[in-house]
């Protein structure tokens, strides 16, 4: 059946995984971070849910391409997809030097929010590093796109596996020092990611330039500036881009202003996030692949199945993250072990524990709202309706 279970979960299920492997990243590079030092671990949430704020808009606007080429694929349009990515490229490209001029502002953030002094020296290293990591996942996005929005969700997933799985192991090497490695704690960290981070991107290059994509679709002919397609996906990707990034920022003020109140507190909220990462990550997948297949449909001028497969995917969404949260409740002494490292061990257990359950019973609530906001938000995306998703942050 158009619409049905069937086609949501083929096109959703690499999504998910793919969105599961960023999770398993980030959730490793803490976990190895709680194992080798206090200040290491308190500075990696921070800086990090930082450095995604400043990066996300930039990529969620090149990952607009994902809709121009889901409505093109749709409609038969083969050189139009090759024209839309080339236009995410071309943005990717310049918002290089963008992100770089972001830098000063990011370091000046973290300096009023008045963290120890430690913690603070290891949180701006490591945002410095994190911030060279933007033109490689803005430019992975625009290029994903390109196989997301005509359902060949498999190659994103294949392709991202390689690249964190490498992340992964340079993560455990460089920041232990291992296999004759320098021992670098936090810096290590950062240049992993860093590294990971363009892999993806010239995996996903080699790819959309083989001899078979230029083939079909013209990739290399196509890869020039055009100015209406341009303008277009500015107009609709930017929205989608300020209500990522003001939606992120939240966090990063909650975070942010959590470093100021103790170490237990801390620790716990780098605890509770780490683990509601892992839970919430896959609901980015199904926003994806419900965004695809409402793009897909209305390209083929059949609303009635893109309205379907818009519901399906929050229904499905909706079921899934209400099981992780009840495991949020009945489980929290078991999240909490699982971080019960060198971090960990600094502060008494039974109040950590207090804390982390307290803002899993938060985070439990929250996961249901949030997951239906970002189905939803990805099926309007797919609509090419950004503007209304943006004026929802307002309300």
Same mark, same amino acid.
């Given at each position: ?216 679709? +013209? ?6 500036? !055009?100015?209406? #397609?341009?303008?277009? /996906? $500015?107009? &609709?990707?930017?929205?989608? @881009? ?19 109140? +103790? ?6 909220? !780098?605890?509770? #996030?780490?683990?509601? /990462? $892992?839970? &919430?990550?896959?609901?980015? @997948? ?110």
């Amino acid at each position: 059946m158009f619409g049905g279970w069937r086609e949501l979960m083929q096109v959703a299920w690499p999504l998910i995984v793919n969105s599961g492997t960023f999770a398993v990243l980030n959730f490793s590079d803490r976990l190895f971070l709680s194992n080798y030092g206090e200040a290491e671990f308190r500075a990696s949430l921070p800086a990090g849910i930082l450095f995604f704020t400043l990066v996300c808009g930039f990529m969620a606007l090149a990952g607009f391409v994902n809709t121009f080429v889901a409505q093109m694929w749709g409609a038969g349009d083969k050189e139009g997809c090759a024209r839309a990515t080339a236009q995410g490229i071309i943005f990717s490209l310049l918002a290089i030097p963008l992100i770089s001029l972001l830098i000063p502002f990011g370091l000046w953030l973290l300096k009023i929010s008045a963290h120890s002094p430690e913690v603070m020296a290891m949180e701006q290293r490591y945002f410095s590093i994190l911030m060279w990591c933007g033109g490689g996942m803005t430019l992975s996005s625009a290029l994903s796109g390109f196989f997301s929005g005509r359902g060949k969700t498999f190659v994103i997933m294949t392709c991202n596996i390689v690249a964190n799985g490498i992340n992964v192991l340079l993560n455990y090497l460089l920041i232990f020092g291992k296999w004759g490695l320098p021992e670098m704690g936090i810096a290590g960290a950062g240049w992993a990611t860093v590294i990971g981070s363009w892999i993806s991107p010239v995996i996903f290059a080699a790819l959309y330039f083989s001899p078979k994509m230029n083939a079909e679709f +013209g990739t290399f002919r196509n890869l020039r500036f !055009n100015p209406w #397609l341009f303008k277009r /996906l $500015i107009r &609709f990707g930017l929205p989608s @881009g300020v209500h990522w990034c003001l939606d992120v920022a939240a966090f990063s003020v909650f975070v942010l202003l959590v470093g100021r109140m +103790g170490a237990i507190e801390h620790i716990a909220s !780098n605890i509770a #996030l780490s683990i509601n /990462l $892992i839970a &919430f990550m896959p609901m980015i @997948g199904m926003g994806i692949a419900a965004s695809i297949l409402v793009g897909q449909y209305l390209g083929r001028n059949q609303p009635e199945h893109a309205e379907r497969v818009g519901w399906l995917a929050l229904k499905v969404g909706v079921g899934y993250i209400a099981v992780i949260s009840l495991t949020f409740l009945i489980f929290p002494a078991f999240y909490t072990r699982i971080f019960e490292g060198n971090a960990a061990s600094t502060v008494p257990f039974d109040e950590l524990m207090r804390t982390v359950r307290l803002l899993l019973m938060m985070l439990a609530v929250w996961g249901i709202s949030d997951a239906s906001a970002l189905i939803l938000s990805g099926a309007l995306k797919g609509a090419g309706d950004t503007h209304f998703v943006l004026s929802l942050i307002h309300i």
